[in-house]
């Protein structure tokens, strides 16, 4: 199957990229029998990432699987907030890590750190350590439940991409997002934030003095998520960025 072919078929399948898609299938296809495979599911809507096997985050190659949350290119600026914040003897947790894109960044940028992640799905737990070093531990389970005790206090950095799109408005994503991504991935609540509410309830028991917790979230929740911390004895600051199309809340716990 030709570069041209490929194009033509993407576009009239509606992929806005097909040119930037065609050049990363015909790159990660090793026989034209997966090629041709790789070019009809990517025709029958499923995500781009999920056909090539790999997300491109802060340049790093982050292995996805089918049915695993795909890293959004938003979320950068999360892992690159967090990395900014950790220490070379700093403690992280990345929470709801999905396949541990942002727990890779803080990996590759501070390696010396002590690093956790954890996620409810075993297989996006089992794609996350398949991404993370050795030397990271990867949990499964509801949030905060499967960390061992002695976690508590000492985390400096906590990192949360909790779902955060309101239930009524999950089919209205593209379809790439709400047919082949798990809904609960997505799904937070009837005003997005029943998640993050959880997250940040109980973190103050797992921060360390002046350790800092990192949530991403939309530009119009923002305001109800620094409250929410607020009210949990944590000072928020609400972080933009415009070249990300993302916002942040980061909180510091007392010192």
């Given amino acids: 199957m030709s570069y041209a072919t490929i194009v033509t078929t993407l576009r009239a399948a ?38 090539l096997g790999w997300a491109g985050f802060c340049g790093l190659k982050i292995t996805v699987t089918t049915g695993v949350f795909v890293p959004r290119r938003r979320t950068e600026f999360l892992a690159e907030q967090a990395a900014a914040l950790l220490r070379p003897d700093g403690v992280a947790l990345d929470l709801c890590c999905g396949a541990g894109a942002v727990a890779a960044v803080l990996a590759a940028t501070v390696p010396t750190a002590e690093l956790h992640a954890a996620d409810l799905d075993r297989t996006a737990t089992d794609c996350a350590r398949s991404n993370l070093p050795a030397t990271a531990t990867v949990y499964q389970g509801d949030l905060y439940t499967p960390l061992p005790a002695s976690l508590r206090g000492r985390i400096t950095v906590l990192v949360a991409n909790a779902p955060y799109v309101p239930t009524d408005a999950i089919p209205f994503l593209p379809s790439e997002a709400r047919d082949h991504e798990p809904h609960f991935t997505l799904d937070g609540g009837t005003d997005g934030l029943a998640i993050q509410r959880r997250v940040i309830a109980e973190a103050p028991h797992w921060l360390a003095p002046g350790g800092h917790l990192l949530i991403e979230t939309s530009t119009h929740q923002a305001p109800a998520t620094a409250a929410a911390m607020t009210a949990h004895g944590l000072t928020p600051a609400i972080r933009s960025s415009d070249n990300h199309d993302a916002t942040v809340v980061i909180a510091t716990h007392p010192a």
Avoid: I, N, S, W
Wanted: net charge negative.
């Fill in 14 to 51: 509606g992929c806005v990229f097909a040119e930037d898609e065609a050049e990363l299938l015909l790159a990660t296809a090793t026989t034209p029998a997966q090629l041709a495979a790789m070019v009809e599911r990517r025709v029958e809507g499923h995500p781009l990432e999920h056909v």
